[in-house]
Each structure stands twice: as structure tokens, then as C-alpha cells.
């Protein structure tokens, strides 16, 4: 197959990479993913990280149209690097406006997820962070309850840790025994609260019950004034926005939880994903090369 000169190495095994035998398109995959760091690989480290031969490597690149694996890795260095091109592409879009003079919605909305996420990210969170790792961590069980919106964020959490954690529980799936389950909670057992404007009774009676039995509460919340943080050990505060709902800043707290609970637990948390892995793949439910 003939590549126009101006076609990158992206493009071109996008273009190819489904008419190519099955380790071949594993290889193209895995670069596909990875294009950022290949640039800096032998031909050894892509075919052991890849889990394919240095003889698919080469038949690979042979597709592609190279004569050998240093043109491709130059190439795919060189397409890694920021050019000024693409950072005057990028500023321009951020300059963009309409007949009316505003920003574009997904640039505004864009904007508006980055400086709350860096407005979020300081030293106080940073400090509550390692503590809310440490009791999720030390914990018989982790319970997590959220409402209304922030339901879904409880919902999340529970997603990515259940995983490879098997010590999370999600207290608001049946409502009518809510309290039963609270008043069973055992003392080494944490709960991670999600209280955001505007406050619901339902959480705020719900962590007074709790804190009264002596369980201890991290509360991911808005504003200090929210009403249970007097009950809360922990207290991870992510910032809002005046402009736009979002829940860009809980969405990466609860996955650098996640990665950092993993982290902790990592042997364990490694056998088990590859476990998850192999039954996921047997019966069919994610697609395997």
C-alpha cells in the first residue's frame, strides 16, 4: 500500500493496522496508545512491552513502509514533540469567539475545567489525600453514599476501586434499610461522604448517625461551611464553578484515590486485576486481539 509522504505514522497504521495478521495489529495497537514514549525505545523494549516478537516488529514496520525500526521510532518521536505550529493552533482556539462575541461552549467549558482543577489541586488537600488513603486503606470496609448528582461520582468510586478492592461497599442502592446498615456499620468501618451545594437532609442526618457511633467520615465537599463537616475526620475540598456545573475536579480526585489505593495494595490489587482480566476476556465480555 502507497502512503502519501505528508501522511503520519498515526495515520498510517490507523489505516492499515485491520488488514494485518493478528500480532501485528496487537503491535500496532499498542503503539497506537503509546506513541509518545516509542520514540525513546529500543527494538527490544517495544517488543517485550508490546508482548510480541522482534520478528513482528520488524514485519510491522516493513507494513508501514520502513526499512528499518529507526525510521519509524524517528518518526514517531518526531510527531511526539509539541511543534509552534500546534501551539499556535491551540492558542488560536482558545482565542475563538463568535458572532457574538463569546467563546465557543466546548472551548468555554474547556477553560472553565482546567482552573478549577488546578484552583483545587493545593497544600490542604494534598495533606488530606494521603490521610483519606491511609483510612480507606487500614478500613474493614469503605462505604460510600452520595445524592442527587453526586450519586454517580459514589457510583464511580465504587466502579474503580471494586476492581481490585474488594472492601467498598455503596451505602444508598435500597433506601428503606439505609439506616439499618448504618446503625450495622462496625467500628473500623469509613465512610466517604459526597456533600455538595445544595446540602440534602439525607446526608446531613446520615453523618451525624454515623459520627455519633464513633465511625470515622471523609467528606468530599465544595465549602467548609458545608454542614457535615463538623462530623468529618477528613475533609477533601474540591472547588466549583460560578459559570458551570462540573464535576471535572471529583472525577480526578476519586481516580487518584484509586490509583493511589492501588499503589498501596499492590500486590494484591495486581493478581486480582489479572484475574478480572483473564474472566473478562474467557467469557467474552472485553474484546481481546
Not at 467549558?109 to 483510612?135: C, P
Not at 464513633?214 to 459559570?243: F, M, R, W
Not at 467474552?284 to 486481539?289: A, C, G, L
Request: proline content about 3%; hydrophobic content about 40%; some cysteine.
Amino acid at each position: 500500500m502507497a502512503f502519501d509522504q505528508q501522511t503520519s505514522v498515526i495515520d498510517k497504521i490507523v489505516e492499515i493496522k485491520d488488514s494485518l495478521p493478528r500480532k501485528q495489529r496487537k503491535l500496532c495497537d499498542y503503539i497506537l496508545k503509546n506513541h509518545q514514549s516509542i520514540g525513546l525505545m529500543t527494538i527490544k523494549e517495544l517488543s517485550e512491552n508490546a508482548q510480541v516478537g522482534i520478528s513482528t516488529v520488524m514485519r510491522t514496520v516493513k507494513a508501514l513502509g520502513y526499512t528499518n525500526f529507526n525510521e519509524l521510532r524517528k518518526d514517531l518521536y518526531d510527531e511526539s514533540i509539541p511543534t509552534v505550529s500546534k501551539w499556535a493552533l491551540k492558542k488560536s482556539i482558545m482565542e475563538l469567539e463568535d458572532e457574538n462575541g463569546k467563546k465557543p461552549t466546548l472551548v468555554k467549558v474547556w477553560e472553565e475545567s482546567v482552573n478549577l482543577l488546578n484552583r483545587t489541586l493545593d497544600s490542604d488537600l494534598m495533606a488530606s489525600f494521603d490521610k483519606a488513603v491511609d483510612l480507606i486503606v487500614h478500613s474493614r470496609y469503605t462505604h460510600v453514599f452520595g445524592t442527587r448528582p453526586y450519586k454517580a461520582m459514589a457510583l464511580y468510586f465504587e466502579l474503580l476501586l471494586g476492581e481490585f478492592f474488594p472492601n467498598i461497599r455503596q451505602l444508598g442502592y435500597d433506601t428503606d434499610v439505609f439506616y439499618d446498615r448504618i446503625l450495622q456499620l462496625d467500628a473500623d468501618e469509613v465512610v466517604v461522604f459526597f456533600s455538595l451545594e445544595p446540602y440534602t437532609t439525607r446526608i446531613i442526618d446520615a453523618a451525624k448517625l454515623i459520627h455519633s457511633q464513633g465511625n470515622q467520615i471523609i467528606l468530599i465537599t465544595d465549602h467548609l461551611s458545608c454542614p457535615v463537616v463538623p462530623y468529618a475526620t477528613v475533609i477533601l475540598k474540591v472547588e466549583v464553578s460560578e459559570e458551570q456545573f462540573s464535576v471535572v475536579p471529583i472525577v480526578a480526585l476519586l481516580e487518584a484515590l484509586s490509583i493511589e489505593i492501588g499503589k498501596r495494595t499492590a500486590g494484591e490489587s495486581v493478581e486480582k486485576l489479572k484475574r478480572l482480566e483473564k474472566i473478562l476476556q474467557k467469557k467474552k465480555i472485553t474484546y481481546s486481539y
